[in-house]
């Protein structure tokens, strides 16, 4: 590797340049005013600013979800694995496409919680609502692939009455 090749790697490695004056504060590029460097939002138009880490805190980008919100998931995909028989009577497609349905899920109720907060006629409201009636659709496909009929767990006869007898 050249000098040049290794001076172009560190370059790459390099923290992106600040965005403000200098001085380590951020510019908001709605309105042009100067932030602290540590700001997430602009504090004259709360728009968010660049780096900010609000979207791992709040919504459908945050690092950890809702603990309610995971059990309904979880509870969902336990309730279509035992419909359909167990896990281990369900082939492994069915299986993948039982576990996205309840990612779904998750998205559903993220997206039906910002409605709640916001209200319909805010912009992040009009998002929400859009992105929930898109998760509501493939909701609905996954579940049609699935088939909403209860099916049987298939039991072997003789081992059951087998255990019987003892």
């Given at each position: 590797m050249t000098e040049a090749d290794e001076r172009s790697l560190?370059?790459?490695?390099?923290?992106?340049?600040?965005?403000?004056?200098?001085?380590?504060?951020?510019t908001c590029a709605r309105c042009g005013s100067d932030n602290d460097s540590d700001a997430g939002r602009c504090a004259s138009c709360q728009s968010w600013l660049t780096a900010n880490q609000g979207a791992r805190k709040h919504g459908s980008f945050a690092k950890?979800?809702?603990d309610d919100i995971l059990l309904s998931a979880d509870e969902l995909l336990m309730g279509v694995l035992?419909?359909?028989g167990g896990a281990a009577e369900m082939p492994t497609l069915q299986r993948s496409?039982?576990?996205?349905?309840?990612?779904?899920?998750i998205l559903i109720n993220l997206n039906k919680?910002?409605?709640?907060?916001?209200?319909?006629?805010?912009?992040?409201?009009?998002?929400?609502h859009d992105r929930y009636l898109q998760a509501?659709?493939?909701?609905?496909?996954?579940?049609?692939?699935?088939?909403?009929?209860r099916e049987a767990k298939r039991v072997d006869l003789a081992r059951a009455l087998s255990g019987l007898s003892r």
């Open positions: 560190i370059d790459q490695t390099e923290p992106f340049p600040k965005n403000g004056p200098g001085d380590g504060s951020k950890y979800q809702p035992s419909d359909k496409l039982a576990a996205k349905l309840a990612g779904v899920d919680q910002v409605i709640v907060a916001e209200g319909v006629e805010t912009p992040a409201g009009r998002k929400a509501l659709d493939r909701f609905v496909q996954f579940a049609g692939l699935l088939g909403l009929q």
